[in-house]
């Protein structure tokens, strides 16, 4: 049975394929099975990658926007004290610049440019390049200023280059001060911030950094921070909102995403232990990753400038050296502690409120800020941030620490800022009402003293359509949306129907504020009920037409001043002393109309007074009229009240006294000249009695006022010289109104002295003499001078003797009295042996002390009657007058010859000095000067020439005139031995 063997045999192969395709089968559904589960596995890792990296993201962006924030909001404070103080003094400015950068560490200098042009930067040091930058040419950054100009608003811009060097973000804040009611732009202020701080301090430094991150502005596509390829790459990316700004962020862990590998699964067919053993060793390779991703996390949280810290049950598992630092405590002291013990104790009940929400599901995320308590039981306020994690696979909250103190504190100083704000509003006497662009009412401030308005607070929730008539609240909407379409406020006047039914009149001021916490677009509406001030405009205007009438044809130059200093009114007569009409003047203040600016300064104060309450003000004050005319005016200040008693207006009388003011001046003038001039005056009236005198006169002859008054001038004794002032003198006045000459004046202790005396008559209106001014002037001083004058021009100066022209006045005297007497008289003329080498030897200086010397010698062997005379050089004459013989000259020549060689001690050197003397006679050698001094030097030449020291009278040579030899002896000398 052949067949049946071969069908047992295919059915025992059969059997044993059965066993292989039930293995293959197991095999494949196991291995199904396995690449299911690692296939989840993977998704679960990368939606954990993601998350933490999402994060991580997170942590870094809001680490940004705080670091940006506290700075943009420190420029806000900047900016709002620039609004308020325009002309701001720069020591005061440098001081809050500096607070800024004691509390913004990024902050690198802050720039204000008035008009978009940098006039001021602080600190100044490198930035001095800076200065005069005009933001709107330079490309770069007109676009950013445009924004801020256009849209109100802070700006956050950059990177720019800065004309100094470098590249930095920028802040840029318009600042719009007040002229009057409207808002009128002032420039920018601008914060320049270092990217490299900002990044470090945000967690986007090089060091300790875990992921690599960029950031760009959303709009343009310019790389703030970081690399561009990040971008370029499946990175993920958060949004970040700034004022003026939008930027992006992306980030992906430091060397790329971790790609999820594949387990090293067994061969199909594998034997189930085999395929366990290979689940065993994926799964201890997932546990590996998960601690290299913790540890990466580790670091990241460890690097973060705020506190971080991980709580299981309440209790700490994990702090950051940060939160250690902030508390005072290391880190192994807190764990195992909870968290709610370092939490104040009133704040503990939030903190476990905020836990039981995280873990019963109704919140993911919490945030509270609490009082921390550090180690040495100081407290310091922070913000937790708490979400949900798990560590070491059981659940477990994340939380970050924010120390916020010196935030909470800004915001206190904000919110007492707005509190005061309030209560200003609450205590208004009118009322402010918020609105939004439909007219609705949302709140309602003030108004607790008006009349108009005392059920302010019923208008909250009403429109304006129900509140008035159609045709008012049309206009009212449509001041609100020229306010917020313009961006600043607009004023609209109108009147309701009052309690009493009568018109009442109201101004409303519309301030668009911005969007409400309901994004609502809103404005601030001032109304202020200005009835009264109707009234009084209305009263005004009656007083203004009698006041009109009044003034038109007033000489006088009549205004009115508002409390702005403009001219409301002004008479026509101004017209003739500035050739300014009338309608020039209206509206414009005094510097306007070209016043001159010191007489307007006089104006404004003498205005100011006035406005200040204190009454009439009156001034004097001078004015160039257009023909150059200088003229005076007195000016009278009157305060016009309104009906609430203030001063409202000032109305201004200007009356010409120019006349008068020049009467007034001449007569102060001459007392002024009288009073201090340095000339002794007195005053005496038509009878010659004193009336007055000055002190100069006082000063000079010692009387005073009450000494002379009503005494008669020949009281003082004044003469002249033919005696008392008589009537001769006193007629020349008379006749001619002046009279003067030298007198001899006395003083009151009998005292004389020389001067000059001027007298001058004064006439009245009829031209009869009223008064007499005398003026003296003491000439003692001019004579003493005159005298030295006289002696100068006679004497030699460095001997002190007569010198040649006094010499030839008494030589010629003494030769008239000689021959009027018929005497004889003699000349000797000297001229000094070997003087040249003292001068050579000791100097000129010492040659002039023997000079005087030999002077002083020469006086004491004459007469007193004798003169000695000093010709110049070593030359010197004596004059003997008469009656003289030749014993007598020669007996003076002698003494000469003797006293002259006595010895001289100069610097330390004993010398001796000689002369050679000659003698002419009167009448027998001449008769007159030049023959005598001629006849005196020949002989002077023969007594040299045979030996010196000596003397020799003249002899004439036979048949020879005297005057011809005499010449010829003074040339032969003129060519001989040096003396």
Same mark, same amino acid.
């Not at 006094?806 to 030589?811: A, F, I, K, S, V």
């Given at each position: 049975?052949?067949?049946?063997?071969?069908?047992?045999?295919?059915?025992?192969?059969?059997?044993?394929?059965?066993?292989?395709?039930?293995?293959?089968?197991?095999?494949?559904?196991?291995?199904?099975?396995?690449?299911?589960?690692?296939?989840?596995?993977?998704?679960?890792?990368?939606?954990?990658?993601?998350?933490?990296?999402?994060?991580?993201?997170?942590?870094?962006?809001?680490?940004?926007?705080?670091?940006?924030?506290?700075?943009?909001?420190?420029?806000?404070?900047?900016?709002?004290?620039?609004?308020?103080?325009?002309?701001?003094?720069?020591?005061?400015?440098?001081?809050?610049?500096?607070?800024?950068?004691?509390?913004?560490?990024?902050?690198?200098?802050?720039?204000?440019?008035?008009?978009?042009?940098?006039?001021?930067?602080?600190?100044?040091?490198?930035?001095?390049?800076?200065?005069?930058?005009?933001? *709107?040419?330079?490309?770069?950054?007109?676009?950013?200023?445009?924004?801020?100009?256009?849209?109100?608003?802070?700006?956050?811009?950059?990177?720019?280059?800065?004309?100094?060097?470098?590249?930095?973000?920028?802040?840029?804040?318009?600042?719009?001060?007040?002229?009057?009611?409207?808002?009128?732009?002032?420039?920018?202020?601008?914060?320049?911030?270092?990217?490299?701080?900002?990044?470090?301090?945000?967690?986007?430094?090089?060091?300790?950094?875990?992921?690599?991150?960029?950031?760009?502005?959303?709009?343009?596509?310019?790389?703030?921070?970081?690399?561009?390829?990040?971008?370029?790459?499946?990175?993920?990316?958060?949004?970040?909102?700034?004022?003026?700004?939008?930027?992006?962020?992306?980030?992906?862990?430091?060397?790329?995403?971790?790609?999820?590998?594949?387990?090293?699964?067994?061969?199909?067919?594998?034997?189930?232990?085999?395929?366990?053993?290979?689940?065993?060793?994926?799964?201890?390779?997932?546990?590996?990753?998960?601690?290299?991703?913790?540890?990466?996390?580790?670091?990241?949280?460890?690097?973060?400038?705020?506190?971080?810290?991980?709580?299981?049950?309440?209790?700490?598992?994990?702090?950051?050296?940060?939160?250690?630092?902030?508390?005072?405590?290391?880190?192994?002291?807190?764990?195992?502690?909870?968290?709610?013990?370092?939490?104040?104790?009133?704040?503990?009940?939030?903190?476990?409120?905020?836990?039981?929400?995280?873990?019963?599901?109704?919140?993911?995320?919490?945030?509270?800020?609490?009082?921390?308590?550090?180690?040495?039981?100081?407290?310091?306020?922070?913000?937790?941030?708490?979400?949900?994690?798990?560590?070491?696979?059981?659940?477990?909250?994340?939380?970050?620490?924010?120390?916020?103190?010196?935030?909470?504190?800004?915001?206190?100083?904000?919110?007492?800022?707005?509190?005061?704000?309030?209560?200003?509003?609450?205590?208004?006497?009118?009322?402010?009402?918020?609105?939004?662009?439909?007219?609705?009412?949302?709140?309602?401030?003030?108004?607790?003293?008006?009349?108009?308005?005392?059920?302010?607070?019923? *208008?909250?929730?009403? %429109?304006?359509?129900?509140?008035?008539?159609?045709?008012?609240?049309?206009?009212?909407?449509?001041?609100?949306?020229?306010?917020?379409?313009?961006?600043?406020?607009?004023?609209?006047?109108?009147?309701?129907?009052?309690?009493?039914?009568?018109?009442?009149?109201?101004?409303?001021?519309?301030?668009?504020?911005?969007?409400?916490?309901?994004?609502?677009?809103?404005?601030?509406?001032?109304?202020?009920?200005?009835?009264?001030?109707?009234?009084?405009?209305?009263?005004?205007?009656?007083?203004?037409?009698?006041?009109?009438?009044?003034?038109? %044809?007033?000489?006088?130059?009549?205004?009115? *001043?508002?409390?702005?200093?403009?001219?409301?009114?002004?008479?026509?007569?101004?017209?003739?002393?500035?050739?300014?009409?009338?309608?020039?003047?209206?509206?414009?203040?005094?510097?306007?109309?070209?016043?001159?600016?010191?007489?307007?300064?006089?104006?404004?104060?003498?205005?100011?007074?006035?406005?200040?309450?204190?009454?009439?003000?009156?001034?004097?004050?001078?004015?160039?009229?257009?023909?150059?005319?200088?003229?005076?005016?007195?000016?009278?200040?009157?305060?016009?009240?309104?009906?609430?008693?203030?001063?409202?207006?000032?109305?201004?009388?200007?009356?010409?006294?120019?006349?008068?003011?020049?009467?007034?001046?001449?007569?102060?003038?001459?007392?002024?000249?009288?009073?201090?001039?340095?000339?002794? *005056?007195?005053?005496?009236?038509?009878?010659?009695?004193?009336?007055?005198? %000055?002190?100069?006169?006082?000063?000079?002859?010692?009387?005073?006022?009450?000494?002379?008054?009503?005494?008669?001038?020949?009281?003082?004794?004044?003469?002249?010289?033919?005696?008392?002032?008589?009537?001769?003198?006193?007629?020349?006045?008379?006749?001619?109104?002046?009279?003067?000459?030298?007198?001899?004046?006395?003083?009151?202790?009998?005292?004389?002295?020389?001067?000059?005396?001027?007298?001058?008559?004064?006439?009245?209106?009829?031209?009869?003499?009223?008064?007499?001014?005398?003026?003296?002037?003491?000439?003692?001083?001019?004579?003493?001078?005159?005298?030295?004058?006289?002696?100068?021009?006679?004497?030699?100066?460095?001997?002190?003797?007569?010198?040649?022209?006094?010499?030839?006045?008494?030589?010629?005297?003494?030769?008239?009295?000689?021959?009027?007497?018929?005497?004889?008289?003699?000349?000797?003329?000297?001229?000094?042996?070997?003087?040249?080498?003292?001068?050579?030897?000791?100097?000129?200086?010492?040659?002039?002390?023997?000079?005087?010397?030999?002077?002083?010698?020469?006086?004491?062997?004459?007469?007193?009657?004798?003169?000695?005379?000093?010709?110049?050089?070593?030359?010197?004459?004596?004059?003997?007058?008469?009656?003289?013989?030749?014993?007598?000259?020669? %007996?003076?020549?002698?003494?000469?010859?003797?006293?002259?060689?006595?010895?001289?001690?100069?610097?330390?050197?004993?010398?001796?000095?000689?002369?050679?003397?000659?003698?002419?006679?009167?009448?027998?050698?001449?008769?007159?000067?030049?023959?005598?001094?001629?006849?005196?030097?020949?002989?002077?030449?023969?007594?040299?020439?045979?030996?010196?020291?000596?003397?020799?009278?003249?002899?004439?040579?036979?048949?020879?005139?005297?005057?011809?030899?005499?010449?010829?002896?003074?040339?032969?000398?003129?060519?001989?031995?040096?003396?």
């Amino acid at each position: 049975m052949r067949w049946v063997d071969e069908a047992v045999e295919q059915l025992r192969k059969a059997l044993w394929a059965l066993p292989v395709i039930a293995g293959l089968l197991v095999a494949a559904l196991i291995s199904g099975l396995v690449w299911g589960v690692e296939q989840t596995a993977r998704e679960q890792r990368q939606q954990e990658a993601d998350s933490l990296l999402l994060e991580q993201l997170a942590t870094l962006r809001a680490q940004l926007e705080s670091e940006l924030n506290t700075t943009i909001f420190l420029t806000y404070g900047l900016s709002a004290y620039v609004a308020a103080n325009p002309s701001f003094s720069t020591d005061e400015v440098n001081r809050l610049v500096d607070d800024l950068l004691r509390r913004s560490r990024h902050v690198s200098h802050v720039a204000f440019a008035p008009g978009n042009v940098i006039s001021h930067v602080h600190p100044m040091a490198g930035n001095e390049a800076a200065i005069g930058l005009d933001f *709107m040419r330079v490309p770069q950054q007109r676009t950013a200023v445009e924004l801020a100009m256009g849209s109100h608003q802070l700006v956050v811009t950059g990177p720019v280059d800065l004309v100094q060097g470098g590249r930095a973000l920028a802040t840029r804040d318009p600042v719009y001060s007040r002229d009057g009611e409207q808002p009128v732009y002032w420039g920018l202020v601008t914060t320049i911030i270092r990217l490299e701080s900002l990044a470090e301090a945000a967690g986007l430094g090089q060091d300790n950094r875990i992921l690599d991150v960029a950031v760009r502005d959303e709009t343009t596509g310019q790389i703030i921070l970081g690399e561009s390829s990040l971008f370029n790459s499946d990175t993920q990316r958060l949004t970040i909102r700034l004022p003026g700004a939008a930027w992006e962020m992306a980030g992906t862990p430091v060397g790329g995403a971790t790609a999820m590998e594949n387990s090293p699964w067994a061969v199909l067919g594998y034997a189930f232990a085999l395929v366990a053993g290979g689940m065993s060793w994926r799964l201890l390779g997932q546990g590996l990753a998960l601690r290299v991703s913790e540890q990466r996390y580790r670091s990241f949280i460890q690097s973060l400038p705020d506190g971080v810290c991980i709580t299981q049950a309440g209790q700490f598992r994990y702090i950051n050296p940060r939160l250690a630092e902030l508390t005072g405590h290391a880190p192994e002291e807190l764990e195992g502690h909870a968290i709610v013990e370092v939490v104040h104790p009133d704040d503990r009940p939030m903190l476990l409120e905020a836990r039981r929400q995280r873990m019963s599901g109704e919140a993911q995320f919490t945030e509270n800020d609490v009082r921390v308590r550090r180690a040495d039981g100081s407290l310091f306020t922070a913000r937790l941030n708490t979400s949900l994690i798990e560590w070491a696979g059981q659940p477990a909250a994340l939380t970050t620490v924010t120390d916020i103190t010196e935030r909470q504190e800004l915001q206190r100083a904000l919110t007492e800022s707005r509190d005061r704000l309030a209560a200003l509003m609450q205590a208004l006497p009118d009322v402010a009402f918020v609105l939004d662009r439909q007219g609705q009412c949302l709140d309602a401030f003030g108004g607790t003293q008006s009349q108009l308005f005392s059920d302010a607070q019923g *208008m909250i929730g009403r %429109n304006l359509l129900a509140t008035m008539r159609a045709e008012l609240a049309d206009r009212c909407l449509a001041i609100i949306e020229q306010a917020l379409g313009r961006g600043c406020m607009q004023t609209l006047v109108y009147s309701v129907d009052g309690p009493d039914h009568t018109q009442q009149w109201v101004e409303a001021r519309v301030v668009p504020l911005g969007h409400d916490a309901a994004e609502r677009v809103t404005v601030l509406w001032l109304a202020f009920d200005i009835t009264s001030h109707k009234r009084t405009e209305l009263s005004l205007r009656q007083r203004e037409a009698a006041f009109q009438a009044l003034v038109e %044809n007033s000489p006088d130059v009549i205004s009115r *001043m508002d409390r702005q200093l403009r001219f409301v009114y002004i008479s026509p007569a101004v017209e003739s002393y500035s050739g300014i009409t009338p309608e020039e003047h209206l509206g414009k203040t005094a510097l306007e109309v070209g016043v001159p600016a010191d007489l307007a300064e006089i104006w404004e104060e003498q205005f100011a007074r006035v406005f200040a309450g204190e009454g009439i003000q009156s001034t004097e004050f001078r004015f160039a009229s257009p023909d150059g005319q200088i003229l005076y005016f007195e000016s009278r200040a009157i305060p016009e009240y309104s009906a609430d008693g203030q001063v409202q207006t000032v109305l201004v009388i200007d009356r010409e006294i120019t006349d008068r003011k020049r009467n007034e001046n001449q007569l102060r003038l001459a007392a002024s000249v009288f009073h201090n001039t340095s000339e002794a *005056m007195l005053v005496a009236d038509a009878d010659r009695q004193v009336v007055r005198c %000055n002190p100069s006169f006082t000063r000079l002859t010692g009387y005073r006022l009450g000494d002379i008054v009503g005494r008669p001038t020949a009281y003082l004794r004044t003469q002249s010289a033919e005696g008392m002032l008589g009537d001769d003198c006193w007629e020349l006045v008379h006749s001619r109104g002046h009279w003067e000459g030298e007198v001899t004046a006395h003083r009151q202790d009998g005292d004389e002295f020389a001067a000059w005396l001027t007298v001058n008559a004064i006439r009245d209106q009829d031209n009869r003499i009223s008064h007499y001014l005398l003026v003296l002037e003491d000439i003692s001083h001019r004579k003493r001078w005159e005298e030295q004058l006289r002696h100068e021009a006679t004497h030699d100066a460095l001997t002190g003797l007569p010198n040649r022209t006094l010499l030839t006045d008494r030589l010629t005297v003494a030769l008239a009295q000689a021959k009027r007497a018929n005497q004889t008289l003699a000349l000797l003329f000297l001229d000094l042996d070997n003087f040249k080498p003292i001068n050579d030897a000791l100097g000129h200086r010492a040659g002039d002390r023997v000079l005087r010397i030999v002077g002083e010698r020469m006086r004491q062997c004459v007469r007193e009657t004798d003169t000695v005379a000093r010709l110049g050089g070593d030359e010197f004459v004596v004059v003997l007058m008469p009656p003289t013989d030749d014993a007598a000259v020669e %007996n003076i020549a002698r003494m000469l010859l003797s006293k002259l060689p006595e010895p001289i001690v100069m610097q330390d050197q004993r010398f001796e000095v000689s002369a050679s003397i000659g003698i002419a006679r009167y009448p027998r050698d001449g008769a007159s000067a030049d023959v005598l001094l001629n006849a005196a030097d020949a002989a002077m030449y023969d007594a040299k020439s045979q030996g010196r020291a000596r003397y020799q009278f003249y002899a004439p040579l036979p048949d020879t005139n005297v005057g011809e030899l005499a010449g010829e002896s003074r040339i032969q000398r003129t060519d001989g031995p040096n003396s």
